[in-house]
């Protein structure tokens, strides 16, 4: 089975430009204008810090979840806290300079100097608002070790995730592997069984201070509150029902899913909407849908135009009334939108 990871930089945006500057959309090798659907004239992007203002990817609330790392792909060589860049040196030390033209301190990571198991992106570090987190992914019993540090390097909490189960099976330990990174915010965390069938469990940790709440479900998707930085709740995979279940703010409500074991959601909230793509892992079938986010009622159904490839990703944001979906696929990506209230058709970049 195709292993899907999906990881969040979030890089904290103190300070958000109106909507108005932020109508600049980067799609491929062009700039969409959000306000026409039209390509974005070259003399409003040649200027770098006018495209800077412009930019919905960067501006915009919704810019974390387009700071993402594909952990089977490219991992971004640096990122920035307090203006300090910091990046992984090797498997037991990360580097950061006070200045981007200052040495670079090194600062080791793993006092016992463990052997990290080699997959790419199995090592990386994220810029959240309050200082930098490590993410290590180690072989055995230790599991995966989350590190975060402020802008001097200094610890401020050490945690260690178990992403393997081991079974007794005739007198020797049998690994079972289940848990995977999967999502997280400025605040926390998300590990999931998302591509097992042997364990249904997520592990959800605050990046404050390390502390973990256990779920005894796998998430297939998370509900980020509308301000973006937070969890307000998750898509469970119910295999047994052959549902997914929306579990927001206390609210719990199931829609039928007959394709359980395939499915990945991203969703976006708005007033009293949850606006949620189910996308399947082998197939590109993409499906759109608006609820209410109390009672799972459906409010409207959106027209998908389907690409060629199954997407790896998809990105949902909003401008203004405009609902956008951009999924990621081999070659090019394509970009839709839809009337956030009615869930009309608007544009598609695949026309």
């Keep these: 089975m195709r292993k899907f990871y999906i990881a969040f930089q979030l890089i904290f945006t ?80 990360i580097g950061y300079k006070v200045t981007p033209g200052s040495k670079e301190i090194k600062l080791q990571t793993n006092s016992e100097e463990e052997s990290i198991e080699k997959l790419p992106g199995s090592h990386f570090v994220l810029g959240l608002s309050d200082g ?13 070790r989350v590190s975060k540090f402020d802008e001097w390097g200094k ?29 997280h915010t400025d605040r926390f965390m998300v590990f999931t069984s998302l591509n097992t069938r042997t364990v249904h469990k997520t592990v959800v940790m605050d990046l404050k201070d390390g502390k973990l709440n256990n779920i005894e479900s796998t998430v297939c998707g998370v509900i980020r509150a509308e301000n973006e930085l937070s969890f307000k709740g998750y898509m469970l995979r119910d295999e047994t029902a052959k549902t997914l279940k929306f579990s927001i703010a206390g609210s719990m409500w199931a829609i039928k899913e007959p394709n359980i074991t395939k499915v990945v959601g991203e969703t976006l909230l708005n007033d009293s909407l949850i606006i949620f793509a189910r996308y399947y ?71």
């Design 132 to 144: 930098i987190l490590n993410v290590q992914r180690f072989e055995g019993k230790l599991g995966y």
């Design 155 to 183: 610890l401020k909490f050490k945690q260690n995730v178990q992403h393997t189960l081991y079974i007794d099976k005739d007198g020797s330990d049998f690994a079972v592997p289940y848990l995977s990174y999967f999502a």
């Design 14 to 93: 103190v300070g958000v430009v109106s909507g108005q500057a932020q109508s600049l959309y980067k799609l491929n090798d062009t700039y969409i204008d959000l306000e026409t659907f039209t390509k974005a004239d070259a003399s409003a992007t040649s200027d770098s810090v006018a495209l800077a203002e412009k930019d919905f990817k960067k501006k915009s609330r919704f810019a974390a979840r387009f700071n993402v790392v594909d952990l089977m792909g490219e991992i971004p060589p640096v990122v920035y806290y307090m203006d300090r860049p910091f990046r992984v040196i090797d498997d037991n030390h």
């Design 281 to 351: 892992k082998g197939t590109p079938t993409v499906s759109l849908a608006a609820c209410n986010a109390k009672t799972g009622k459906v409010v409207w159904v959106g027209q998908v135009k389907q690409p060629a490839g199954a997407p790896d990703i998809l990105y949902m944001s909003a401008y203004k009334n405009k609902l956008l979906l951009e999924g990621v696929i081999p070659g090019k990506n394509f970009l839709e939108a839809f009337d956030i209230n009615t869930g009309k058709t608007l544009y598609c970049s695949l026309d």
